[in-house]
């Protein structure tokens, strides 16, 4: 079991969120990122294999940090998502293998054609 962060900073500018942790492991998660890989059944889906690929998502911001007793964190992002909760594990291995998690999403954005860039919707009055 992971322990609780020993730092969370959240760097509005940069839309970072800093965490280290009494292991040693620690970085600065961007709000895409975080949101990308959100623990909800939204982004995971309920099993293996149900995972939904999040597009769209380079502009997301974090409006909001809740604590969630002594073992996660609810953030709700500026899309409306808020329904992950980050357990203090999930978030140790997500410093720990940022790399890996960002190349992995960038890979599965290529194959699917999709992109990090918000559609571009333009509206026309009727």
């Not at 942790?21 to 149900?50: C, I, T, W």
């Not at 909001?64 to 291995?93: C, M, R």
Request: proline share 4%; net charge neutral.
């Amino acid at each position: 079991m992971s322990s609780v962060p020993s730092k969370i900073q959240l760097h509005t500018k940069s839309q970072e969120l800093e965490i280290a942790f009494p292991s040693g492991v620690s970085s600065r998660l961007s709000s895409e990122l975080l949101r990308v890989h959100s623990p909800s059944a939204e982004v995971r889906g309920h099993g293996v294999g149900q995972e939904t690929l999040q597009t769209g998502k380079k502009d997301v911001r974090i409006n909001n940090l809740e604590p969630v007793g002594n073992y996660a964190l609810k953030i709700t992002f500026s899309d409306g998502h808020d329904s992950g909760l980050f357990q203090w594990s999930y978030l140790e291995d997500l410093c720990a293998r940022k790399e890996i998690y960002w190349n992995d999403y960038l890979k599965k954005l290529e194959e699917a054609g999709a992109s990090r860039e918000a559609p571009n919707i333009q509206f026309k009055a009727l």
